[in-house]
């Protein structure tokens, strides 16, 4: 099993809940590789790297803090581990351009990114290099949320079409559908750094406490008598993913009734979310501590990486007849 994240930036709780409470859960029965595609980041970053290397540790830390063992699961960084750039250009010898072109990614970002030149050659090659890191692993399940969908698509495709001129080598990758629960964030749009909207899983108490006092609530809920909509409110949103159910119901009745106001509601919701984050702020801070804890884990997972993948890669080459 394999997943990425590339490093743009500090995780939020849209990662945890979209991700990690998944993968956390999957190192318990799979063999987990975990990768930081800090490639990938340049596709979009390459005018401005300047954070990546930051953004890389910052990732690995919440990865870490939310859960992941690294004893149990491999944890790396894309660039550290030079065959997945070797399977990329080797596989970019028998991708059909068109088959990138049509990936709605390509378009739907090119529009979404439109302060940055994206007619290279790397971003329209995302998508192969995502079907590189999982090939070299001959990863038989990823676990990715519904836009990544497109992708794995053509990584199967990929595997086939390789194994059609030069041998069986690589079996075809099954996503497995992450079904994440809707999170907005704080101003009721989607959860997400650029909207400047987000909860991050390393933010302090005060910054924690001051981002709820801050949410979107009912919008026709203006008087604390005035009774509210819990389905139409973040805050509410939030309280079903990470409150006891005894929360959960005490905030429908009491928003329903006007029995409870929204600041009552946002004091629970905090202390629903310090209860989950705390530990992980711990263990973040545990490890930020030690830096050479941090290195050592990475290299750990690198070598590990390594090794798995440069056996692929040897079979790779043995297939095509091509040296390396
Ligand atoms: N494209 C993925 C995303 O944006 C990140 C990614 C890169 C990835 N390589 C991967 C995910 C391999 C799963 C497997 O979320
Ligand atoms: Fe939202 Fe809670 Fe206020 Fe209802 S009481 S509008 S659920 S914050």
Not at 86 to 95: G, K, P, Q, R
Not at 144 to 158: N, S
Not at 272 to 300: T, W
Request: proline share 6%; glycine share 8%.
């Amino acid at each position: 099993m394999l997943s990425g994240m590339r490093p743009t930036g500090p995780l939020h709780l849209g990662h945890l809940v979209g991700a990690l409470d998944s993968w956390t859960k999957l190192q318990q029965t799979h063999d987990c590789f975990f990768v930081i595609v800090d490639w990938h980041a340049l596709t979009t970053e390459y005018a401005d790297t300047a954070r990546i290397r930051e953004y890389t540790r910052e990732v690995a830390l919440d990865w870490l803090a939310a859960g992941i063992e690294p004893d149990r699961s491999t944890v790396f960084v894309q660039s550290g581990v030079k065959e997945h750039a070797e399977l990329h250009l080797l596989l970019s010898m028998i991708v059909p351009t068109p088959w990138l072109e049509r990936v709605p990614s390509y378009k739907e970002q090119q529009e979404q990114l439109r302060d940055r030149d994206l007619n290279t050659y790397g971003f329209l090659g995302y998508p192969l290099l995502q079907a590189a890191d999982i090939l070299a692993y001959k990863a038989a399940t990823v676990p990715v949320g519904e836009d990544q969908v497109p992708h794995l698509e053509l990584c199967r495709e990929i595997a086939r079409r390789f194994n059609n001129l030069y041998g069986a080598v690589f079996p075809e990758p099954q996503a497995l559908l992450t079904r994440a629960p809707r999170l907005p964030g704080t101003d009721g749009r989607k959860m997400s750094k650029s909207y400047g909207n987000a909860i991050l899983l390393s933010d302090a108490p005060a910054e924690l406490a001051r981002k709820v006092e801050s949410m979107m609530t009912d919008p026709q809920r203006t008087h604390r008598h005035i009774p509210g909509r819990p389905e139409v409110c973040p805050v509410f949103s939030h309280h079903r993913v990470f409150s006891e159910p005894a929360v959960i119901e005490w905030a429908d009745r009491g928003c329903r009734s006007a029995g409870i106001g929204c600041r009552d509601c946002k004091g629970a919701l905090t202390a629903s979310l310090e209860a989950r984050l705390k530990p992980m702020r711990e263990r973040r801070a545990a490890l930020a501590d030690d830096p050479f804890a941090l290195d050592g884990i990475l290299s750990l997972g690198r070598d590990k990486a390594r090794g798995v993948a440069s056996e692929t890669l040897a079979e790779v080459r043995a297939a095509m007849r091509i040296g390396g």
